[in-house]
């Protein structure tokens, strides 16, 4: 068996007595790679480390951070086929999906290694004479970083590479489901020349090692991605040691069609949004909300596209939705199949694909005849499932996709430019797509939602200083 992937720890490859075992989801008993069980000792030693490695990291220069994040982006591009191929191995989405993700890694560092140039202040002047005013950005200190499984290498390098751009030092926890793509990122960053403490990569629970990060007195601020109920308890956990804290959690995105929509053009935005990926993105689809002109030429298309899509294995050029990442999250999404019969919407699709015994394989799910007040219309069920609501007009549309506790995403499909800004205005999301999949975003804006989506500053583009410095005012007579 292949050596199991270490720990990296103050610039050193720490093991240990347990092992988190990586296997691949669409051939079960595949095992990918094995892993390093990271202990609370381990974070408390990842921590400290950190924390020394700040004191001569805060002052480096721009031009040596942008020096280390830009070999980091270059070795992250040339190495993106090898990468996305392990991304799929571990995680499950296709090839070209995971390919994909890893260029948007690389494309994330070269970013913020110019962004380490232009960590800009100002000058202003007193209301008092003789004196003078700068505000000036600093490092924030020892960063915990948090990641999911979803987006095993973009979410790691989106985090990290800003903390690092700013002068911060990092403690990274990967998603113990899928670290072999994190870890490869570490091993970039370590390869890359960086100096030993500044970036340090612990794999475990959540539970133990995510808990251990959070309560750590020497950490600064925590930017964690997950579900919601962990993000509460992250939140409750950081603000007792005051820490500054960054949360993106969860999304229920309603994706509007209205009737004077371009109907294939909608259908192929409803199909990438709703169940590519496997539908395993915060920013999916999971809502169609269609006027009531268009509905029903929009289900019979939409259910005989579906139909077509090929599942199957991520690995083949031809397939364009690999499997669920676990079983676990296999059985969540057949439960949510089975509660919407129950609740009485008619089901199309979404059971398990026998044919395809090996992995972890489901039929994308939609949820015809569904209201907004159904739970699969209210609760995240993060995989290849879609409500359709029907409603009457565009008013009624526009209260529909608001009528959630989240606020992530949103979108519509509309030919009318009128409709379109009132639907930018008037939408309470913090993402607004026309005639765009919800799902699908760039690297230099930011990102990020409101209400029970997201929590603190926003996330990529230049919008992350805000999240990883903090403001000095200085005076000066």
Not at 30 to 37: I, K, N, P
Not at 84 to 103: D, N, S, Y
Not at 417 to 431: N, P, V
Request: some cysteine; overall charge negative; proline content about 4%.
């Amino acid at each position: 068996m292949k050596k199991p992937c270490m720990n990296l720890v103050g610039g050193e490859w720490i093991s240990s007595q347990e092992l988190i075992r990586n296997f691949n989801p669409a051939r079960v008993k595949e095992l990918v790679s094995t892993h390093a069980r990271g202990t609370p000792e381990d974070i408390d030693r990842a921590v400290n480390t950190a924390r020394v490695a700040f004191q001569s990291w805060r002052y480096s220069t721009p031009s040596e951070r942008a020096v280390l994040l830009d070999k980091i982006g270059t070795s992250l591009f040339e190495r993106r086929q090898e990468i996305g191929r392990l991304l799929t191995r571990e995680q499950g989405k296709t090839l070209a999906e995971a390919v994909g993700e890893a260029t948007r890694a690389a494309e994330v560092f070269h970013f913020y290694a110019q962004e380490a140039f232009r960590l800009a202040g100002e000058v202003v002047p007193s209301t008092r004479p003789g004196v003078s005013v700068e505000v000036t950005r600093e490092p924030l200190g020892v960063v915990g970083l948090i990641t999911p499984w979803n987006f095993p290498i973009a979410i790691p390098a989106w985090k990290t590479a800003p903390a690092l751009a700013f002068g911060n030092t990092v403690v990274l926890k990967a998603a113990e489901l899928t670290p072999a793509s994190a870890h490869l990122m570490a091993e970039i960053i370590q390869d890359a020349g960086c100096p030993a403490g500044v970036f340090n990569f612990v794999c475990g629970s959540g539970s133990v090692v995510g808990h251990a990060l959070v309560e750590h007195v020497e950490v600064d601020a925590i930017s964690f991605t997950g579900s919601v109920s962990t993000g509460e308890n992250i939140a409750s956990t950081a603000m007792k040691h005051m820490k500054k804290i960054q949360l993106e959690m969860g999304g229920k995105n309603p994706m509007i069609v209205m009737s004077d929509a371009d109907l294939d053009k909608a259908i192929q935005v409803c199909l990438n949004g709703a169940f590519f990926a496997t539908g395993q993105r915060c920013t999916a689809s999971s809502r169609l909300i269609v006027e009531e002109g268009i509905h029903d030429e929009f289900v019979e298309k939409l259910i005989e596209e579906t139909q077509c899509l090929r599942v199957g294995d991520p690995l083949h050029k031809e397939t364009q939705i690999g499997p669920v990442v676990s079983e676990d999250q296999l059985n969540n999404n057949l439960y949510y199949v089975d509660l919407a019969t129950r609740e009485g919407a008619e089901t199309v699709g979404g059971d398990r694909i026998d044919s395809l015994p090996t992995g972890y394989y489901q039929r994308p799910a939609i949820f015809v005849n569904a209201t907004n007040e159904m739970r699969i219309s209210r609760e995240e069920i993060f995989g290849p499932c879609a409500s359709v609501i029907k409603v009457a007009d565009f008013d009624e549309a526009i209260n529909v996709a608001n009528d959630t506790e989240f606020g992530l995403s949103a979108g519509i499909c509309t030919t009318s430019l009128k409709r379109a800004r009132e639907f930018k205005r008037r939408s309470e999301a913090g993402l607004a797509m026309v005639n765009l999949p919800t799902a699908g975003v760039d690297h230099h804006v930011p990102f990020g939602g409101r209400k029970k989506s997201s929590y603190g500053q926003r996330e990529k583009g230049r919008y992350a200083v805000e999240f990883y410095t903090d403001i000095k005012t200085a005076y000066t007579a």
